[in-house]
């Protein structure tokens, strides 16, 4: 049995991707209420809401969109305080409880947090599992209706699970029956990217892979292959691809990009939080690089050769792709005087890997390998 005092409170789930723009908690339940088909329920709503009748759910205050983007973290930061005054102003004006979701690492630090959402009361923190267990896997499909057995080596990742919920009967088939590692990741991405570009308009699914591909790139830069990633490199990748400085909903997608995490808490540097994401977006930067034969690949000095599991997922690729070993051994050989020892030394691998027989590498150079 609830309590009367339970009893007399109402739930309310708001989705914030909606409310862009809006400084005020009237201006948020007017457009909730648009959206739902229910406008004419503004009157009662908000006084209940007065009364302290409600209680607020607010899904995604990382996917409230910014008029501007700074690489410098404290104009950032402010940029993050401004978007969202209207969520401010709900919860300070709310005695009840609130349930808020998004993603940790658009803020810097949990204060940071509090401070930009208002709450100044205690806070319980809830975070997804980096993975199910078996028994979670199961509790999911069975309450999504569509339990399936996940193959030994697919990650027991929640947003795996959830596209695995959501595939058509023909996706299911090639992804619970093929061992091929490279179409359940080109499905993974695509799937990601998909999720984030729908958070808000003028995003696409493409740009998002291709940001995130960048960054995983300049990640081999780095002496674990995850970061850090500066806000400078998130808006250097964005303006490469665009040719823009990154404003509006770009800034916006560069500060919730899927797959990153905080390096440390009161740190405005990002790192890759899963070798799982990181691996398949190294994997899908050289099979890009291969297939355009584009050399920007072998510009910067990598520190960290491919991963077993990268390399793997390449491989995969190329009987996918119909890349043959020759495909990178002619890139390696466009490129023989860079620089890069270890880009040099992923195709020389890769290709080996591939082929059974002799290849001619046209007496190559391999340095700082």
Not at 137 to 162: D, H, N
Not at 229 to 258: V, Y
Request: net charge negative; proline share 3%; glycine share 8%.
């Amino acid at each position: 049995m609830l309590s009367k005092e339970v009893e007399e409170h109402f739930p309310i789930a708001i989705d914030l991707r909606h409310c862009w723009g809006l400084r005020g908690r009237h201006e948020i339940l007017r457009r909730h209420l648009d959206d739902i088909g229910a406008p004419e329920l503004e009157q009662q709503i908000i006084q209940a809401a007065a009364a302290g009748d409600l209680i607020f759910i607010l899904d995604g205050f990382d996917e409230l969109s910014t008029q501007s983007w700074s690489a410098d973290p404290k104009a950032l930061k402010k940029i993050r305080w401004e978007a969202l005054a209207g969520v401010r102003d709900m919860l300070s004006s709310s005695n009840t409880g609130v349930l808020v979701i998004g993603r940790e690492h658009y803020f810097d630090d949990h204060d940071e947090i509090k401070n930009a959402l208002g709450i100044q009361t205690d806070v319980l923190w809830i975070q997804t599992p980096d993975e199910f267990t078996e028994a979670q896997i199961s509790e999911f499909f069975e309450s999504t209706g569509a339990y399936q057995k996940l193959p030994e080596w697919m990650p027991r990742k929640p947003l795996v699970c959830q596209m695995i919920s959501g595939a058509s009967e023909e996706d299911l088939t090639e992804l619970l029956n093929s061992e091929n590692k490279y179409i359940f990741w080109n499905k993974f991405l695509d799937y990601m990217a998909s999720r984030d570009a729908q958070i808000g308009s003028g995003t696409t699914k493409e740009s998002i892979r291709q940001v995130l591909i960048k960054l995983a790139r300049k990640c081999r830069q780095t002496g674990d292959g995850l970061g850090p990633l500066t806000l400078q490199d998130m808006s250097e990748a964005f303006e490469e691809l665009a040719g823009a400085f990154p404003i509006e909903n770009a800034a916006a997608m560069l500060q919730r990009l899927p797959g990153l995490g905080r390096v440390e808490f009161e740190s405005d540097n990002r790192q890759f939080v899963d070798p799982f994401i990181v691996n398949g977006l190294q994997a899908t930067a050289v099979v890009e690089a291969v297939q355009n034969f584009d050399s920007t690949y072998f510009t910067g000095n990598f520190i960290r050769g491919l991963s077993e599991e990268t390399a793997q997922i390449i491989i995969d690729a190329a009987e996918v792709e119909e890349l043959g070993a020759e495909s990178f051994v002619g890139f390696l050989n466009q490129n023989r005087e860079a620089q890069n020892g270890t880009a040099k030394a992923d195709m020389i691998v890769l290709s080996s890997s591939i082929s059974d027989g002799p290849l001619n590498y046209k007496s190559v150079i391999v340095g700082n390998a």
